[in-house]
């Protein structure tokens, strides 16, 4: 039988400390390695959210290490273990799996991050950071010079995101300049009208969208804040198993929201 290569967690996860530059963000919770189990990797499994299904197929395909977009701890949950999160734990503990998440640095990465990918996915030109969350730009505003027909873009979106996304059809037939924001920031969509796009994409909406859309005639599409964060997370297990040669399984667990 020959043996999957292996690596060290600890130098996967310096990597990846480093290349997203956690210690330069403040976040809703703990970036890098989270759980520790297993010394040495040979499969590693990415996945959107942390949760007990996750971690289940982790160890039935019997990974030593689970990367995750949102992780386990944040700062809005109880500080106390409730049942859900002790059957979460007895789950990795029982096959010493390690978790690591990565947030916001995920998200505002300019080549691996959520927002980057899907700018470069939708055929746009990476032009500038802006969405502001906790002292650092998340999102990216992306350019077309010759523009997209508004069309094309939302059928663009429904193939990227998997899904038909939710849309006020507001703005101009064709546009030139996207605001990108993966996840829940329809709190951005007014420093993107500030900031003159022509439409913006995140993945929820919210009740004053509307309005906003209609009078400032600005389009707002909301592929879903699953569909929109699976990039970052299936490309950082990509680059880990490029990298150390381990290799690396994308769990996906679709949730419509």
């Known amino acids: 039988m020959v043996r999957s290569p292996v690596a060290s967690r600890d130098e996967i996860i310096a990597y990846l400390d480093e290349l997203l530059e956690i210690d330069s963000f403040t976040d809703y919770g703990p970036n890098g390695l989270q759980v520790p189990g297993a010394e040495e990797v040979a499969l590693v499994v990415t996945g959107v959210s942390a949760q007990r299904e996750l971690f289940e197929r982790a160890a039935s395909d019997g990974a030593e290490l689970v990367l995750c ?3 386990l701890f944040w700062d809005f949950h109880p500080r106390t273990l409730g049942l859900a999160m002790k059957e979460r734990l007895r789950t990795l503990f029982d096959a010493d799996i390690s978790v690591a998440g990565y947030h916001l ?16 996915a939708l055929g746009l030109e990476l032009a500038e950071p802006f969405a502001e969350h906790k002292g650092r730009s998340i999102g990216f505003i992306g350019r ?15 193939s990227l995101f998997g899904q038909e996304p939710f849309v006020w059809d507001a703005g101009p037939a064709t546009v030139h300049s996207v605001g990108i924001v993966s996840g829940g920031a329809p709190g951005n969509f ?19 969208v509307m309005a906003e859309a209609r009078e400032n005639r600005v389009h707002f599409v909301a592929g879903g804040h699953y569909a929109t964060e699976t990039f970052g997370i299936r490309r950082l297990g990509e680059l880990v198993s490029e990298r150390f040669g381990v290799e690396h399984r994308f769990v996906d667990i679709p949730n419509p929201i």
Do not use: K, M
Not at 105 to 120: M, T
Not at 190 to 208: D, K, L, N, S, Y
């Open 69 to 71: 977009h949102h992780g």
């Open 105 to 120: 640095p995920l998200d505002a990465h300019p080549e691996v991050g959520n927002n980057a990918l899907i700018c470069a």
């Open 144 to 158: 077309s010079a010759d523009g997209i027909p508004f069309a094309t873009l939302r059928e663009r979106c429904a």
């Open 190 to 208: 007014g420093e993107a009208i500030a900031r003159g796009v022509q439409a913006f994409i995140t993945g929820e909406t919210a009740e004053h």
